[in-house]
């Protein structure tokens, strides 16, 4: 009987050294900041996920401070540092924000909002290197409207999705309805 105990305990403190180590995720798990599945978009102009605000709107309103809302916008770049280093196309390297705007084909800083992406999450799920298939593509995302980058802009990313094949520029919001991914 301690014959079979010991081997227990040997084989035990084998495992045990054959185990690595692994590093995990330290950012917390919020069910909050799990990218949506689906959004069903009725309109704009409310900074809802049904009605969400343009870039027109956050360049122009005077919003809450603090409060997250929801932006729809194409994205169309990132700046490094500043919006005088901003780059339009998908080989940009950036991934500490990304530019949204009103049109997909923009390349003026004039119409554009700069989004940080301060979160390793949020960098791998939406800055334009690690997306390039999604550039140009219309996103929807969820922060706090915040000057970022000396411009009247978006931080503290919560939510974002993804909206490949919705076009908020011929569309009617009305026509808009449930958009799946």
């Known amino acids: 009987m301690l014959s079979r105990k010991r081997n227990s305990l040997t084989l035990l403190c084998l495992l045990l050294l054959c185990c690595q180590k692994v590093d995990l ?3 917390p798990a919020d069910e909050a900041e799990t990218p949506e599945q689906s959004a069903v978009i009725v309109g704009t102009g409310m900074g809802s996920s049904q009605c969400p605000y343009t870039v027109t709107d956050i ?9 997250p809302v ?3 916008g194409y994205m169309v770049g990132t700046a490094r540092q500043t919006m005088n280093n901003a780059v339009f196309h998908p080989d940009a390297d950036n991934q500490s924000n ?3 705007a009103s049109d997909s084909l923009c390349t003026d800083t004039t119409g554009c909002i700069p989004v940080e992406l301060s979160s390793a ?5 939406l800055s ?15 922060a706090i409207p915040s000057t970022y980058l ?7 990313v919560s939510a974002g999705l993804w909206m490949d094949g919705f076009d908020i520029s011929t569309v009617a919001p009305t026509e808009w309805g449930v958009v799946d991914i």
């Open 150 to 156: 000396k411009r009247k802009g978006l931080q503290n």
């Open 98 to 100: 990304i530019l949204l």
């Open 70 to 72: 929801w932006v729809i």
């Open 121 to 125: 999450k949020w960098k791998r799920l």
């Open 59 to 67: 360049r122009s309103k005077e919003l809450p401070a603090g409060e």
């Open 25 to 27: 995720d330290t950012e």
């Open 128 to 142: 334009v290197p690690m997306n390039t298939e999604h550039f140009g593509k219309c996103l929807l995302v969820k």
